[in-house]
């Protein structure tokens, strides 16, 4: 089965933090998305990465930046972050590019 | 117009019901089709996949997809409360080659 971990499921911040969410899949997958899941807005891709080292903005990535140093792990980062930023934030890899993804359980931030 | 469009519901139905649930999209290069599954608080997980037009047949679940038309389904035979879920559809091909867009997802509660 293949399994993407993500580090937290619940984490608080303050308004100004730098937060990092990290995403592990044990599959040696090429492809790691990051999105956010918001009510009425379903979900939105944030960052994906075909590779080590590369990255590709998705629609939505004001605000956020993102490290893959190694295959198996990618991490969002939000450099100060803001309370918009409230929300669930989904990880995803897939074996190639355009095929089913595979999904963390999730981690539900809020920033206050 | 958003690329990719969903009933977000919500729909309730009695247990043993048949449950259609609807996508529908603009974007004709789409042609890998998907439908995940999501219980609250949980990734989502995938429930089919389909390529091209057709159906396809998973239990009591059933996929159609209808290029000429852009239309997308996921039928659900004799509903159990354990379907109670957000039903979401995604899809890629074309120049969206290595990404989903999803629909926003489709609230269904199945009640005994």
């Known amino acids: 089965d293949v399994k993407v971990t993500q580090s937290s499921r619940y984490l608080v911040k303050r308004t100004g933090e730098k937060v990092f969410l990290e995403c592990v899949q044990d599959?040696?997958?090429?492809?790691m998305f990051w999105y956010r899941q918001d009510p009425g807005l379903g979900l939105r891709l944030i960052y994906f990465?075909?590779?080590?080292?590369?990255?590709e903005k998705g629609d939505i990535p004001e605000g956020y930046s993102v490290s893959r140093e190694k295959k198996e792990r990618f991490s969002l980062i939000l450099e100060s972050a803001s309370t918009n930023q409230t929300s669930m934030y989904l990880c995803?890899?897939?074996?190639?590019?355009?095929?089913?993804?595979?999904f963390g359980a999730g981690t539900r931030l809020s920033v206050l | 117009q958003k690329e990719v469009e969903q009933d977000p519901g919500p729909l309730s139905v009695p247990e043993g019901a048949i449950v259609s649930l609807n996508c529908t999209y603009s974007?004709?290069?789409?042609?890998?089709f998907m439908w995940y599954r999501q219980y609250s608080r949980k990734g989502p997980e995938l429930l089919m996949y389909?390529?091209?037009?057709g159906n396809k047949e998973d239990g009591r679940f059933t996929a159609q997809v209808d290029k000429s038309s852009k239309y997308i389904s996921l039928f659900i035979r004799d509903s159990q409360p354990s379907d109670s879920a957000t039903y979401l559809c995604?899809?890629?091909?074309?120049?969206?080659?290595?990404?989903?867009?999803f629909g926003q997802g489709t609230i269904l509660t199945v009640h005994p």
């Open positions: 995803a890899s897939s074996p190639r590019r355009g095929d089913i993804q595979y």
């Open positions: 599959m040696d997958h090429e492809n």
């Open positions: 990465s075909y590779d080590v080292k590369m990255k």
């Open positions: 974007n004709s290069a789409f042609q890998y």
């Open positions: 389909t390529y091209s037009s």
């Open positions: 995604a899809m890629s091909g074309g120049t969206s080659y290595g990404k989903l867009t």
